[in-house]
T-cell receptor, first 116, second 116 residues
Framework: SAVISQKPSRDICQRGTSLTIQCQVD?????MFWYRQQPGQSLTLIAT?????????ESGFVIDKFPISRPNLTFSTLTVSNMSPEDSSIYLC?????????????FGAGTRLSVL | AQKITQTQPGMFVQEKEAVTLDCTYD???????LFWYKQPSSGEMIFLIY??????QNATEGRYSLNFQKARKSANLVISASQLGDSAMYFC?????????????FGTGTRLTVIP
């Protein structure tokens, strides 16, 4: 397994501002994932972040709204830009351990974001 | 299309009793992986157990076991000897070649409450 540190753990932000969430892993990993969990909902994959290349975004998510950085094999950031109350969610990063379909993902503790 | 269904929004179980959380899935892929995660109120996602579609035996991890019935496309989680700390949301998830081997597709979750 991997130990994943995510910061901040929670934040309250004003509409129109941006927040950058950091994710640090205790070992080198090829892929990191960012998820959103809206209140009372399940997890939805935002994007996959590979070191040295552009992040791959899922349908419904765009780089302008959720820019991602992946400067090295142990760190990634997700920015939630120009926030609105609809962005209030838990944001989680994860890393993959395992091969093929045994895609066991280990998650950080999440960032609880409230947008006023 | 991939689909994970968890029909029980909430479940109650007496402490020290066993409980089964239901999960059915739909995929046309012959090769897939099934996962269960626990999400306490603190928000982190904790990996519990994995079952591969070609695994001959049902997966077990301590007090957790996965009742895998391939023909019925079900992957129910059984928790034995429930503890108060088991109170949490539980999510069933799947990966397959259709979702992309790196992607996890989550169900809507079941909230388990353990009663003293």
């Amino acid at each position: 397994s991997a130990v994943i540190s995510q910061k901040p753990s929670r934040d309250i932000c004003q509409r129109g501002t941006s927040l950058t969430i950091q994710c640090q892993v205790d070992s080198q990993v090829t892929m990191m994932f960012w998820y959103r969990q809206q209140p009372g909902q399940s997890l939805t994959l935002i994007a996959t972040a590979n070191q040295g290349s552009e992040a791959t975004y899922e349908s419904g998510f765009v780089i302008d709204k959720f820019p991602i950085s992946r400067p090295n094999l142990t760190f990634s950031t997700l920015t939630v830009s120009n926030m609105s109350p609809e962005d209030s969610s838990i944001y989680l990063c994860s890393v993959k351990a395992g091969t093929g379909l045994k895609n066991i993902q280990y998650f950080g503790a999440g960032t609880r974001l409230s947008v006023l | 299309a991939q689909k994970i269904t968890q029909t029980q929004p909430g479940m109650f179980v007496q402490e020290k009793e066993a409980v089964t959380l239901d999960c059915t899935y739909d995929t046309s892929d012959p090769s897939y992986g099934l996962f269960w995660y626990k999400q306490p109120s603190s928000g982190e996602m904790i990996f519990l157990i994995y079952q591969g579609s070609y695994d001959q035996q049902n997966a077990t991890e301590g007090r957790y076991s996965l009742n895998f019935q391939k023909a019925r496309k079900s992957a129910n989680l059984v928790i034995s000897a429930s503890q108060l700390g088991d109170s949490a949301m539980y999510f069933c998830a799947m990966s397959s070649d259709q979702t992309g081997a790196n992607n996890l597709f989550f169900g809507t979750g079941t909230r388990l409450t353990v009663i003293p």
